[in-house]
């Protein structure tokens, strides 16, 4: 495994590049401080749920919408619920204020 440093990224991502295709894992640091892992991309990751893990963290980012999320994850709505309950990940967010206005119109 191979180490980069937040400077070699930009002098080094060639390397980095070839690394992964090559299946080399690395990882990069910060001040001597582990910041994050390059992983290459191969079918047995991809099986071990890689794009469940992503279509999760996409989800609760705000970025895909659940049926989007589900189905960047391969999986139907109702099980990517579970997914991400077992997460920890609400399925609904509501701000404050329009909570409010939900919880007073039954009033």
């Known amino acids: 495994m191979q180490s980069f440093n937040i400077r070699d990224l930009r002098?080094?991502?060639g390397e980095l590049v070839?690394?992964?295709?090559?299946g080399d894992l690395a990882v990069v640091t910060k001040h001597g401080r582990p910041v994050?892992?390059?992983?290459?991309?191969?079918?047995?990751?991809?099986e071990a749920g890689v794009y469940e893990a992503l279509a999760v963290k996409?989800?609760?980012d705000g970025v895909l919408s659940?049926?989007?999320?589900a189905r960047f994850a391969n999986s139907p709505v109702e099980?990517?619920?579970?997914?991400?309950?077992?997460?920890g990940v609400d399925a609904v967010s509501y701000?404050?204020?329009e909570l409010d206005e939900e919880l007073a119109s039954f009033g």
């Open 18 to 22: 070839r690394g992964a295709e090559s």
């Open 79 to 87: 099980k990517f619920l579970e997914t991400l309950a077992a997460a």
């Open 11 to 13: 002098q080094r991502t």
């Open 36 to 46: 994050f892992v390059a992983v290459p991309m191969n079918q047995h990751l991809l």
């Open 95 to 97: 701000p404050p204020e």
């Open 66 to 69: 659940l049926s989007k999320a």
């Open 58 to 60: 996409l989800y609760a």
